[in-house]
């Protein structure tokens, strides 16, 4: 988590190579390769890759957040994920998908069941505190750049105590880990 610009997608690319098989639901288009653009388009790569028992892919799905069945497509995509299971799940500005009193139905049910189904979630935020607190309880590890918005400062005071004062002078591509 951290403020534009400061190397969270960075940082996300560099811990996705640890995973072979990924599922990035990419809304800034930051990612470039071979990307699904439709929700039938992204089904069927899925399915493909399924039944060719693809040992390793990354699967990019252009999601269009201001699109009219935005969120339940979305929700549909997190069930696909989950029940295809072994994989990572990238959402960049999960704060696109949650809110603090929202958090769609398939997003809660990989957080608190996809070690069943070895999910792994790995999400970049520009603003912690407009988060459904589930999406940070489930968090094991947590890297924190530079924030300088004061609700959020005072959000992530909660789980790194004193260190939270440090991230509004955090140099860019520098975070503060808490797991």
């Not at 998908?97 to 999910?119: D, E």
């Not at 589930?134 to 300088?148: D, E, N």
Request: aromatic content about 12%; proline content about 3%; overall charge neutral.
């Amino acid at each position: 988590m951290g403020r534009r610009g400061c190397g969270k997608s960075y940082l996300a690319q560099r811990i996705q190579a640890a995973w072979p098989r990924r599922v990035i639901i990419d809304t800034l288009s930051e990612y470039e390769g071979e990307a699904c653009y439709s929700f039938l388009e992204f089904t069927e790569k899925l399915q493909g890759l399924k039944s060719s028992k693809a040992q390793a892919f990354t699967l990019i799905y252009k999601f269009d957040p201001e699109s009219d069945s935005d969120h339940a497509e979305f929700n549909e995509v997190i069930r696909l994920c989950y029940y295809f299971g072994n994989i990572q799940i990238v959402l960049e500005e999960i704060q696109t998908f949650s809110g603090p009193h929202t958090l769609p139905k398939w997003l809660k049910n990989a957080l608190l069941t996809g070690r069943h189904q070895n999910i792994s979630i790995l999400a970049t935020t520009q603003r912690p505190g407009e988060l459904n607190k589930t999406i940070i309880s489930q968090c094991t590890h947590i890297f924190c750049g530079q924030i300088v918005e004061g609700n959020d400062l005072r959000y992530v005071s909660s789980f790194l105590n004193e260190d939270s004062k440090k991230l509004s002078s955090l140099p860019d591509r520098q975070f503060l880990y808490f797991g």
